[in-house]
């Protein structure tokens, strides 16, 4: 739960976000936005080592985190933690917790639930929180496997900001705002399925300039594009090839990126669903035969950033697929110099290239 003192931390920084032209916020943006540079700092959810790290690429060294390797949910900890977001000077955290049998929980019979999406400030403080740490549920303020969720302050029909969040168990995309009150929501509760308003297993949730929300539909093996009054637009299978769509994201050139997991793979297609790129993440020597990428989002200078998840790495690549980056090394899990365990998730701070802007 919120603490009461920092409450008025998150207000003002609310606050602050309503008032989108201000300079406060231009400055803010503006900061984020110099950061979109080839040696900007690097923010990773390191998902097994129950951590979120910003990592210097030059270095390799961690400069700042949040989450101190527990297992159990808390004021500062993270479990199983599938995504994260810098805004301004605030993380927005997913706590999707991890099922048994999975590295980084210790109960090999129920696994290690978090089921919280929070915002904390650069000293790590929580000022404010959706979801009950630990508690599985589907009702007010409460989430089953949060997988991954965006702040932002430009939602068609409601104005302020607000926190998207898929909402994984519970089959849902839900829109939140700061009182913590769902003010929309695409598929149904509970329910999983391929029908009109479901969804089965959705991993993301993208605003897109269009006002339309873009959805990794996960284990219906599709992206879909549907409009805020709940009408299925467009859907993308890479030509029926998709097989655990983990992310996806639209690109300035109109093409869609997906994370298409299963098949080990980044696979870029255009708006009559034709694969115009991909590339395989299980190739190389000593590779993980199934590392199942989780997460690419493409970088305003045209290279791909990819969480290579069970090859322990995250990578940035060119158009050509040569590797120009790499934190972590390849198959080999750790929480030491240079080492990642499953990360699920890496964003150049300030880059939003393909992703739903904060402000």
């Known amino acids: 739960m919120t603490h009461s003192p920092l409450k008025k931390k998150l207000a003002h920084a609310m606050a602050v976000a309503m008032v989108v032209s201000g300079t406060a916020i231009g400055s803010l943006y503006a900061q984020a936005v110099i950061a979109q540079d080839d040696c900007g700092p690097i923010l990773i959810a390191d998902q097994f080592n129950n951590r979120v790290i910003e990592v210097d690429r030059v270095t390799h060294k961690v400069i700042w985190h949040f989450g101190n390797g527990s297992d159990?949910?808390?004021?500062?900890?993270?479990?199983?933690?599938?995504?994260?977001?810098?805004?301004?000077p605030f993380t927005l955290i997913s706590g999707t917790g991890t099922p048994p049998g999975l590295p980084g929980c210790s109960d090999t019979v129920n696994g290690c639930p978090d089921n919280r999406v929070f915002i904390v400030d650069l000293n790590g403080n929580i000022i404010w929180q959706y979801g009950h740490a630990g508690v599985t549920g589907a009702g007010p303020n409460q989430l089953n496997t949060p997988v991954q969720s965006l702040f932002l302050t430009s939602f068609p029909h409601h104005p302020g900001p607000h926190v998207l969040i898929t909402d994984q168990g519970n089959q849902r995309v839900i829109l939140v705002d700061r009182h913590r009150h769902i003010e929309w929501q695409y598929g149904t509760t509970g329910v999983s399925g391929d029908g009109p308003n479901q969804l089965n297993s959705?991993?993301?949730?993208?605003?897109?300039?269009?006002?339309?929300?873009l959805i990794a539909d996960e284990s219906?093996?599709?992206?879909?594009?549907?409009?805020?009054?709940?009408?299925?637009?467009?859907?993308f299978t890479a030509g029926g090839t998709i097989s655990g769509a983990a992310f996806a994201s639209r690109l300035p050139n109109g093409a869609t990126l997906i994370s298409d997991a299963n098949n080990n793979r980044i696979v870029e297609v255009n708006g009559n669903d034709k694969i115009v790129w991909q590339y395989a993440t299980n190739t190389q020597p000593g590779s993980n035969p199934s590392p199942a990428p989780t997460r690419a989002v493409r970088l305003h200078n045209g290279d791909t950033l990819i969480s290579d998840q069970f090859n322990n790495r995250v990578i940035q690549i060119t158009k050509a697929g040569k590797i120009v980056f790499q934190q972590g090394e390849?198959?080999?899990?750790?929480?030491?110099?240079?080492?990642?365990?499953?990360?699920?998730?890496?964003?150049?701070?300030?880059?939003?290239?393909?992703?739903t802007p904060p402000f």
């Open 72 to 88: 159990l949910p808390g004021p500062h900890s993270v479990v199983g933690v599938n995504d994260a977001e810098r805004f301004g």
């Open 202 to 213: 959705p991993n993301s949730a993208e605003v897109l300039s269009n006002g339309h929300i």
């Open 220 to 235: 219906n093996n599709r992206v879909i594009e549907v409009t805020t009054d709940l009408k299925l637009v467009k859907q």
């Open 330 to 355: 390849l198959n080999m899990a750790g929480d030491g110099f240079n080492q990642l365990n499953g990360p699920y998730d890496a964003k150049q701070i300030g880059d939003f290239t393909g992703l």
